[in-house]
């Protein structure tokens, strides 16, 4: 059971799977930062820590449950000549979902930016459970996802295990920092949706069967994000040199 820790190779993949997932689990928590933001202050830490906590289970229950997960596979029916399993089911409405959630995020956002004071304040009608509810929902496609990852990239359970509560534990730890961040700066909470549909289109293109590369996204991402810290470092500097006394 644990002879993979003699062997380089198992080491050389639990690094890279904990790096890979915990660049995976930062969309999970971009767009759990961007639901949270809906709820009263003082409930976010807690909605943080229930929905990180829920995808640990999640993707646990999921390694545990390799041999179903396999079954995704199989053709459940074919559409226009193309089968679709199983897993192509749950990626093309996860993706689906991502999509119509970052689009109806976006018009939000839109809609509220003449009223400043109410970007500080929880939107209307937003409940802790329901956003839990939602919270629970993509974190059943962002686990599939980091699993099918997880059983591509190592051959020992326990690897995938360690290497998942390591991802989540770092996700815990830097949730609330993330989150604040991008609460405080509303050009990168548009930015960070933009990525989502980004994600969604992927996802839902993958189901299909249509693969496009994940450097290619990840790629486009950083860049983006590069170009919007020179922006904030940019508006910063003018804002400082605006500032009467300066």
Do not use: C
């Amino acid at each position: 059971m644990l002879e993979w820790i003699t062997s380089p190779e198992a080491w050389i993949a639990l690094a890279t799977l904990t790096a890979l997932e915990i660049v995976l689990g930062i969309d999970n928590i971009i767009f759990m930062s961007i639901l949270v933001d809906r709820l009263p202050e003082k409930q976010r830490p807690k909605a943080r820590f229930i929905g990180l906590s829920m995808a640990m289970v999640m993707r646990l229950l999921l390694l545990a449950s390799l041999a179903w997960l396999t079954q995704l596979t199989a053709d459940l029916f074919t559409v226009l000549d193309q089968g679709i399993s199983g897993r192509d089911l749950v990626l093309i409405l996860g993706g689906l979902f991502l999509l119509a959630k970052s689009v109806l995020e976006i018009h939000h956002s839109i809609e509220d930016a003449d009223d400043e004071p109410q970007l500080a304040k929880p939107k209307a009608g937003a409940s802790f459970a329901g956003i839990l509810i939602q919270i629970a929902l993509l974190d059943v496609v962002f686990s599939l996802d980091s699993v099918i990852t997880a059983v591509g990239m190592a051959n020992h359970l326990e690897v995938m295990v360690i290497a998942v509560v390591i991802a989540v534990g770092f996700m815990m730890v830097f949730a609330n920092a993330i989150g604040r961040f991008i609460t405080e700066h509303p050009t990168l909470k548009m930015l960070a949706l933009s990525f989502l549909v980004l994600v969604g289109t992927a996802l839902v293109a993958d189901g299909l069967e249509f693969h496009i590369p994940k450097g290619y996204i990840y790629f486009a991402m950083a860049f983006s994000f590069g170009v919007e810290m020179l922006n904030l470092r940019l508006r910063a500097k003018r804002k400082a040199a605006s500032t009467p006394g300066k």
